[in-house]
């Protein structure tokens, strides 16, 4: 089975959708076609639409709207894509601030990345893509 190269990321903050587009073209070139949603909502849309033609990797913030409380819009995203058939071959990442990122991504079984720890080391988007999506290693 051909592995679908196309990435959604999901964040509230233009700055964010625009640093984790530029990082990933920085380390792959054009490997990736990469659509961008500004809300978990929005994210969820795209998905739907997207059933035929799976996401192979979503990356998304946990705090953006406020719709889903008490869960974290991001929290909410990830169950609601765990539940669509289409997408369980699909890894996520979940890419935040907040101090409880690492017990959220562990309960929800997906990979994290602290954006503090992404700020300071932008390698470790590679690391966690090429843990992720094993062809990657290869590329040059």
Not at 9 to 23: C, G, M, P, R, S
Request: aromatic letters at 8%; a neutral charge.
């Amino acid at each position: 089975m051909r592995m679908n190269k196309k990435i959604l990321i999901v964040d509230d903050t233009k700055a964010w959708l625009l640093f984790h587009e530029e990082l990933i073209n920085h380390l792959y070139g054009e490997t990736f076609e990469i659509t961008t949603a500004g809300s978990a909502s929005e994210a969820m849309k795209i998905i739907k639409q997207s059933k035929n033609e799976p996401f192979s990797l979503i990356i998304t913030d946990l705090q953006m709207e406020t719709d889903y409380e008490p869960k974290l819009a991001g929290e909410w995203l990830v169950e609601q894509v765990q539940k669509i058939s289409a997408y369980s071959s699909s890894k996520i990442i979940v890419v935040s601030a907040m101090y409880s990122i690492e017990n959220i991504a562990k309960r929800l079984n997906v990979e994290c990345i602290s954006k503090t720890m992404l700020i300071r080391n932008k390698l470790l988007m590679k690391f966690m893509l090429e843990k992720l999506m094993p062809f990657l290693k290869n590329f040059n």
